[in-house]
């Protein structure tokens, strides 16, 4: 049953106008009643990642944001470039919830005995729609959390560490023996670093300056490689002869990277080939781009022969691609090893209404690594 005395609570939208600019701001919603396998929860911690960015913002210019103060809080209006609006065609004055992962208390139940056995805990929950203060969804959805963490504890426990665990598992289920990965630095990265140690897998992380290099090395990256060097392409080619990685992981997207990476593979491969082919080497080399930091075309400079793929690689369709009971251990060993392994670090922690302030926008709009942020919902 629900016990929450409020009737109504707040959620940030973004709409997109039909007149080409970008709305952010608060509504209120109705407090939902759980179904009978449902559970209410009070979010308390819910992340910023690249992936709510890009539903957040759009195709918006953000230099163009202006904030002004509407019923329930700030509004952040920005315009979209008229090239940008083809691409938001589908969600033209579509108020849209924003927030794929969270966590927070259970404060409601539905009948279900899997539900009443969340009754008061710390769960972490995934289904879109975090950025609320109150949130109904399937026991299915919760990840209990361990005795003794917070919701901060728990906010990143599904798209990161999924990820993650995700890219070594493709890893494996693709005949790969190593892997590369950029914007290695990111949470998520250092997430991957810890997990490939722990595992014996060798990785390959590519950062973009020397301080996120020292980062990663400190916690233990045997092989780091920085695209801003000089030395970088003979650096990655010597790391991947080293390795043996076949398989990369790119969050960057745009520009020659992905290009440069499956180069780099080809020249390793080419090392220790036995005879020339004038098709390049029977080595298969697969980039997946699961990210879009640098928002540019894609380049690619055909010199590494004709035996590889390049695609994109999304978490949720990994998901669902694989078994049932190995989504629950990888699940499993996320809430095992939350504090270590998985364990997230924020730059600031903002409530609803700070988060649609300008500073903020600006902050982590810019998508930086080791910039992120926290919202909590119940704050303020």
């Known amino acids: 049953m629900n016990s929450v005395s409020e009737k109504t609570a707040l959620q940030l939208r973004s709409l997109v106008k039909n007149t080409g ?66 691409a938001m065609a589908a969600r ?49 959805q919760c990840l209990l959390l361990p005795e003794g963490a ?56 590519i950062v973009r300056s020397k301080e996120q290099e020292e980062l990663l090395r400190k916690d233990g990256a045997k092989y780091v490689v920085d695209s801003t060097s000089d030395s970088f392409i003979e650096d990655l080619t010597n790391a991947l002869v080293e390795t043996g990685a076949t398989i990369a992981f790119d969050a960057i997207g745009g520009g020659r990277l992905a290009g440069q990476i499956l180069s780099c593979m080809e020249a390793a491969a080419n090392r220790t080939a036995k005879e020339y082919s004038r098709y390049g080497s029977t080595t ?5 781009i699961y990210g879009g930091l640098d928002t540019r075309p894609t380049e690619l400079v055909r010199d590494f022969g004709m035996t590889w793929s390049m695609g994109g690689w999304l978490l949720f369709p990994f998901l669902q691609k694989i078994e049932p009971a190995r989504v629950q251990q990888l699940k499993q060993r996320v809430a095992d090893e939350l504090k270590t392994t998985f364990a997230s670090h924020y730059t600031k922690v903002v409530s609803l209404a700070e988060a ?17 942020y926290l919202i909590n919902p119940a704050k303020g």
């Open 356 to 372: 649609l302030q300008a500073d903020a926008l600006a902050a982590y709009g810019k998508r930086a690594t080791g910039t992120k």
């Open 150 to 205: 917070t919701p901060a504890d728990g906010a990143s426990s599904f798209v990161n560490p999924l990820t993650a665990l995700g890219m070594v598992e493709t890893m494996r289920r693709e005949g790969h023996k190593a892997l590369v990965h950029t914007a290695a630095a990111s949470n998520l990265g250092q997430m991957l670093n810890r997990i490939c140690q722990k595992d014996g897998v060798a990785l390959v992380n």
């Open 92 to 140: 033209l004055d579509m108020s849209m919830p924003v927030g794929n992962e969270g966590a927070g208390v259970v404060v409601a139940a539905g009948a279900s005995e899997a539900a009443q056995k969340l009754m008061g805990k710390t769960v972490a929950v995934l289904g879109g729609a975090m950025y609320s203060q109150y949130r109904a969804v399937p026991v299915e």
């Open 284 to 288: 298969f080399k697969q980039v997946y």
């Open 21 to 86: 600019e970008l709305e952010l701001s608060l509504v209120s919603v109705p407090v939902p009643t759980p179904a009978d396998n449902e559970v209410l929860v009070r979010i308390e911690a819910s992340p910023i990642n690249p992936s709510d960015i890009g539903l957040l913002f759009g195709a918006a210019d953000m230099s163009t944001v202006t904030v002004t103060q509407g019923e329930h809080g700030p509004v952040a209006t920005a315009r979209i470039p008229e090239k940008g609006m083809k």
